[in-house]
């Protein structure tokens, strides 16, 4: 399994295969399955601990450009205001009843995914090829001004 760790408030230790790194208020780190972690929490930190089973994964990423790249390796980051509202939405979801439980928690995490994904690519842009990086600019401005005229 995949795990998303959102911290809403606090701070941590992290210790990913050989690396060292903190997470701390607003912070996000998103871990393939196969890749050992552990924490150290701050006492009174707060956050959402979410696993998602690999179909789940491989279905969120599946349109992108290159759906390996991305979501193949662990990834700290910001949470972004898409990425906070998504998981609200299934931490409300998870604690209710009601009809289409199942399929609403699996289209918000996908959802999720593909939110952080996106935050994982553009914080990678600079690990990109020159070319790359020249082509997705290009498709920036193109989407920015393709009504004008």
């Not at 690396?19 to 996000?28: K, N, S």
């Not at 696993?51 to 662990?74: K, N, W």
Request: proline share 5%.
């Amino acid at each position: 399994m995949a795990q998303l760790f959102v911290m809403r408030k606090g701070r941590a230790q992290v210790r990913l295969d050989d690396r060292d790194l903190g997470l701390d208020d607003g912070g996000l780190l998103f871990v393939p399955a196969r890749f050992v972690h552990g924490f150290r929490f701050v006492q009174g930190s707060e956050g959402l601990v979410l696993s998602f089973p690999q179909p789940i994964l491989t279905q969120a990423v599946a349109g992108a450009d290159d759906p390996g790249r991305v979501m193949s390796r662990p990834f700290a980051g910001r949470a972004d205001a898409t990425v906070a509202t998504l998981c609200d939405e299934i931490q409300a979801a998870f604690g209710g009843v009601a009809p289409f439980r199942a399929s609403l928690l699996i289209a918000l995490s996908q959802a999720l995914l593909i939110a952080v994904a996106r935050i994982a690519a553009q914080e990678g842009q600079d690990d990109q090829p020159l070319a790359r990086r020249r082509l997705a600019d290009f498709d920036r401005l193109i989407q920015q001004h393709m009504g004008d005229g």
